[in-house]
């Protein structure tokens, strides 16, 4: 498991230096990040609204009380998302600080998030278990474990057979989204707590049969059962 682990801290090394190759300003590549989702990874991507300069906890659509301040797409809408290699170029050419919103489902992957101190916990249960992971991305206030592209009714009979599923569990499946690193949106950066395995191919994921368990009794024994930003 101690080898496990230390290859996932190399891994993380190798992306976070990978993304600011080419770079003196030490900003992160978004543009360089939002080409690999689509172009390598064939992930549809779209760029999302920017935190307000006037206030970073807030979000510069024109809901007063957005709940996911820049991380979310508004013009253009989710829809337009696409893996066009020009369209993903301009798009960031014009916007270079625009947070890159992954369109979950179909054939991107999906994600179950939580509030980060039980996304923490749940990840040490499923790593004492054994459980194969892809990639999970972090937020200061929410971690979310990508999975394989599920139905409704799939996670509808998942979710039954449970005696409790907290409020502050979160589904992204078709048509949801997802904010992707190295985003940075109203709550701070967007960053891989798992990265990505090197390499051209679409980063392998796990279906989310494996890991509702562990996120449930996550969240159960943290007391994160009230809905959460």
Not at 128 to 137: A, K, N
Not at 152 to 158: F, N, P, R, V
Request: glycine share 10%; hydrophobic share 40%.
């Amino acid at each position: 498991m101690r080898e496990i682990l230390g290859r996932r801290r190399r891994l993380l090394s190798w992306w976070n230096g990978r993304r600011d190759e080419g770079r003196d300003d030490g900003r992160p590549d978004v543009i360089g990040a939002a080409l690999t989702f689509a172009t390598q990874w064939q992930w549809p991507v779209l760029p999302g609204v920017a935190p307000d300069p006037q206030g970073r906890a807030r979000c510069a659509c024109p809901d007063p009380e957005c709940t996911v301040p820049g991380a979310h797409p508004f013009d253009p809408g989710l829809l337009a998302a696409t893996t066009d290699e020009r369209m993903v170029r301009w798009w960031w050419t014009n916007r270079p600080a625009a947070p890159v919103i992954l369109a979950t489902g179909q054939k991107a992957p999906c994600a179950v998030s939580l509030p980060a101190l039980a996304g923490a916990r749940a990840l040490a249960a499923l790593d004492h278990r054994g459980i194969r992971l892809g990639p999970v991305i972090a937020s200061p206030t929410r971690w979310s474990l990508l999975v394989r592209p599920y139905s409704m009714e799939q996670l509808g009979e998942l979710l039954y057979a449970k005696d409790f599923v907290p409020g502050s569990l979160r589904f992204h499946g078709e048509g949801g989204y997802l904010a992707l690193p190295p985003s940075e949106a109203g709550q701070g950066p967007v960053r891989w707590e798992r990265a990505p395995l090197p390499g051209s191919a679409s980063p392998w994921v796990p279906d989310v049969e494996a890991v509702v368990d562990t996120v449930v009794d996550a969240l159960t024994r943290t007391g994160v059962s009230a809905p959460e930003l």
